[in-house]
């Protein structure tokens, strides 16, 4: 791997595609005459600041060009995706389509899968990624330093650690969100007008998430230290454990999981 080597994104002007490509482009990881990225239509939005990025509808011309492949279309439309990549690296975003068969549909070994989310858009993703074969330390720089352009990054040691972090992470901010809605919900029922309650609901968790996200701030510590403080805070934590919101969230988790599974099931025949 080295710092000239193109990079070719399938599906790049999507939604994690596009952030991604962009952030690598923000960072200068990549320089914008070796990107290239395809879409249905052969043009991509979200690339005008850089009009060297070449754009592609044709895949196959795409991987011919390219040294490292990001697949970055919906598991749906991997089917359709007929590309030969041998000894290329080829990095899948997408969820539930198992590295085997991405070795075998795109004739390279050299396969990584990854789980951006979408706060890759702001540069605040974290991304597990996983090797198929054991990778050299050049691409684990390169893959790790590919994903830091848009966030935190760590490669795990066992595909099942990214179907499992597909809904942990990979949700970004769906799983808040909800948690969120349901703030607002209350809100409005007891009585705040609903500009208000949404305005105060993304205001605490815009402060929690800044809070949290501080390296030396510990989450259980900040648990403990209302528990400890016994007020009011104290008394919704504990009626809102009573309630069963931790079987809840690990029920969600599950969900995620298991559908990550079936579809690399499915996938797998
Ligand atoms: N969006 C997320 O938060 C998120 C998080 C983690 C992983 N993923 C994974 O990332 C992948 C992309 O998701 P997304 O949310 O960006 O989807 P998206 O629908 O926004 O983007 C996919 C893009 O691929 C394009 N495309 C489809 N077929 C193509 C083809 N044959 N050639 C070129 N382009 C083609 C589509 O037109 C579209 O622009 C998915 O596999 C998903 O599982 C998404």
Known sequence: MSGTDVIGIIGGGGWLGRALGRA?????FVDPRALVVSSRSGHCSGYEEWPQVRMFRDNRALAAQ???VVLSVRPEDFDAIDIQAPGKLVISLMAGVPANLI???TKSRRVVRAMPNAAAEIGRSYTPWFSLVEASAKERTFVQSMFETCGQADEVPQESDIDYMTGLTGSGPALPALVSQAMINHAIARGLAPSVARRAVKSVVAGASQLLAADDVDIPSVIDTFLAYDGTTAAALAAMQRSGLEPAIHAGLEAAEARAMSM???RNG
């Open 66 to 68: 390219a040294d490292v």
């Open 264 to 266: 690399s099931a499915e």
């Open 24 to 28: 690598m482009l923000r960072q200068t």
């Open 103 to 105: 070795s075998q549909r």
